[in-house]
Structure formats: C-alpha cells, structure tokens
C-alpha cells in the first residue's frame, strides 16, 4: 500500500512540474503584444538585433498594436538567411494571416515567404524587397533612390563651385537590394559632377571606369560595390578606410558618402584623424548617436526615414489585409520577378541647421537624448 501511494505521489509531483513547464513555455512563445482574441495574426520578421535601428522598430510595431485585437510575435534572424527560414516556418505553424520580413538577404528570402504564400499568407516585404519571387504581396518601404538622391545631393551642395575635390565612395550590402536603390540614386547626383571633374573619385577604379555614365546596370554598380561595400558594418567600414586613407590620403576638403548612421560615424573617425582637412559625410537612420554627431559637426547629415510612418504603414496594411479592406499603395518595385506593388514614405534630410526642428520638434527623440542643443 506504501508503495502504491508512493508511486501516485512521484505521478502527481511528475504531471504538476510537466504542468508547470507547459505554461513556461506557452508564456515564452506568447504573441509579443495584442489582445490575442484572434490568435497570432500577424509574424514579424526583423533582421538582427545587434544594430539600434531594428530593436527600435521592435518596440514601435507593439506599440502600433496595443490595444488592438490582433497579436503579434517578431522573431530575429541575427544575419542568418537559415535561421530567417526557420523563423517564419515558427511563424505560419503559429498560424498567422500575414508576415511582415525583412530580409537580410533579399534573394535568399524568396524560399522563405514562398513557403508562407503557399499557406495562404499574405507578405509584406519590409524596408528591403525580397527579390526574384512572386510571393510578395506589397513592399513597404522609403523610397531607398530618394534615400541616396539626398545623400548624393548634400555633397554637390556643399562643392559651392570646386574643382578637383577628393569623393571617398562607400557602399552597403551587396545582398541587399536598398543598398543598390540608394546607390542607384546617390549616382544620379554625384556623376554629372564626377564627369567634370568636380569629384575625384579616390576609392573605386570601377567608378572612375564608368565615371561618365550617367545610368548603370545593376552588374555595372556591382562592380563598383564590390570595391566600396561596407557590409551595413561599421567595422568593415572603419578597416576600409583605414586602407583609403593610406592609399589615397585626404586634403582640404573632402566629400564621403557613407551609406548609413552606424559606417559614417565609423568612417568619420577614421578621416577626422588626418590633419588640416574638412569632412563632408553622409548617413541615413537618424540613429540617436549619429544625431549627437551632427550637433557637434562631425557627421555632416542624415536621412530621416521617420520609422514611426513606416511601421504604421506596415501595421495599416497589415490590418487592411486582416479586415479584407483594399490596401492603398502608391508606387511599384519590380523584384526581378513581378511589379510588387508598394507604399513610398517620404524621407527628410538633417542637417546641423535643422536639427532640433526634425528631431526634437517632430518628437522623434526627446532634447535630454542630446548634449549641446
């Protein structure tokens, strides 16, 4: 009798901790934010959380959903195009009606989302386009030519009639298709200038090659990626140019395109090191130390891409989706495969002049963020 009790306690003590490890895990893999009154409706797909600009959209897209029926799980690939896979596979066997991605590697993604079209559900293609598939429904995004049009057309401001001024190019990820979008548009504007000579291109003999083009292929621009291309890291782009600097050192007034927030600051670094010249450099992201920067005349500008308006457009289309509304677009992508129909978010360039009126004033960040505003 002894032993039988004992065995049906050892039973009870077994169920109660399987029990218990049971509401663990339900309580860890919970959608992130919502009512849940309709399960998982939406999957979130971000890239890494090892660059700022990614977690804050993390915190925006729950905010965007609080209070609303629908739930959401956002899941981190960390640069991996198999662990992106796996992360939507988690995603549609949680059941969700629409996957928002943004792809680390925008060809690699198409097996991805082609596997959640075939569930019947809807993609979104966030930030950057997942290429050379039809299984993307809309693309929400800043207009990414716009992005390096900016970029580009800060520098030839700020020529104010030179001659002969040394251009250092630099460039982000030859797998990510905004790379060459931004590329593509910075080009529009550097090249006339280019052409006559008002930039010397320092860094890149492709650029030089094809200095009087005023369009490139995409083959044509990524020959000159492949000699200017950061990788979005600003470690790749701290050794670059290190090696430019030495191969081609700076003088007077020298003009950088740096492709985004976290290589400028790097790439800055490394020229503000060199005596007796002045840096005109680009980024983009408004990233909260970059802004610091510009306030103290380091970073020259940013693009603003007010990431506020480009989850709400993610999450607006999400719920248009949901409720089987006619989803707005304003502009199209071709992906390599189809016309993926999109929504264009207006970009703003930042300066030093402005910057407490597009920062601050737009509540983008609060001034204690800042020192010297």
């Known amino acids: 009798m002894k032993k039988i009790v004992s065995v049906l306690l050892v039973f009870t003590m077994a169920m109660s901790m399987i029990a218990f490890t049971g509401c663990q895990s339900d309580k860890d893999s919970q959608s992130t934010s919502g009512t849940n009154k309709k399960g998982v409706s939406i999957g979130i797909v971000l890239p890494t959380k090892e660059e700022p ?24 690939s960390q640069g991996d195009p198999a662990r992106e896979k796996q992360n939507v596979e988690t995603l549609i066997s949680k059941g969700i009606k629409v996957l928002i991605i943004t792809p680390h590697d925008g060809a690699a993604a198409a097996a991805a989302v082609e596997s959640a079209k075939e569930e019947g559900i809807t993609v979104i293609s966030y930030d950057r386009l997942i290429t050379n598939t039809d299984a993307v429904d809309y693309y929400v995004t800043f207009n990414s030519v716009s992005v390096g049009e900016a970029q580009g057309q800060y520098l030839v401001e700020q020529l104010n009639g030179g001659s002969g001024e040394k251009l250092y190019l630099y460039a982000g990820a030859a797998t990510d298709n905004n790379a060459f979008l931004f590329f593509e548009g910075a080009w529009n504007k550097l090249q006339p200038k280019i052409a006559d000579g008002s930039f010397i291109v320092q860094n890149s003999s492709k650029a030089v090659e094809y200095k009087d083009k005023t ?12 000699q200017i291309t950061t990788d979005w890291k600003p470690e790749v782009a701290k050794s670059k140019a290190e090696s430019h600097i030495t191969a081609a050192p700076p003088s007077g007034k020298t003009f950088v395109l740096a492709p985004n ?10 020229f503000a090191k060199e005596s007796g010249i002045e840096v005109f450099i680009t980024g983009q992201d408004a990233e909260i130390p970059s802004i610091q920067y510009v306030i103290d005349g380091k970073q020259s500008m940013t693009v603003l891409k007010d990431v506020r308006n480009l989850v709400d457009g993610a999450i607006n289309t999400a719920m248009d989706v949901l409720e089987s509304k006619t989803v707005e677009t304003n502009g199209s992508y071709n992906n390599g495969n189809i016309d993926v129909p999109a929504k264009d978010i207006k970009v703003i360039t930042v300066t030093q002049d402005n910057v407490k009126d597009t920062i ?3 509540g983008y960040y609060d001034a204690s963020e800042f020192e010297g505003l």
């Open 360 to 362: 601050i004033g737009s």
């Open 261 to 270: 927030d976290g290589t400028s600051r790097a790439i800055y670094d490394q």
């Open 53 to 76: 600009r990614w977690v804050q959209d993390e915190a925006r897209f729950k905010a965007a959903l609080e209070g609303t029926d629908y739930s959401v799980d956002i899941l981190f």
């Open 215 to 226: 369009t490139l292929t995409r083959e044509e621009m990524g020959e000159i990626m492949e």
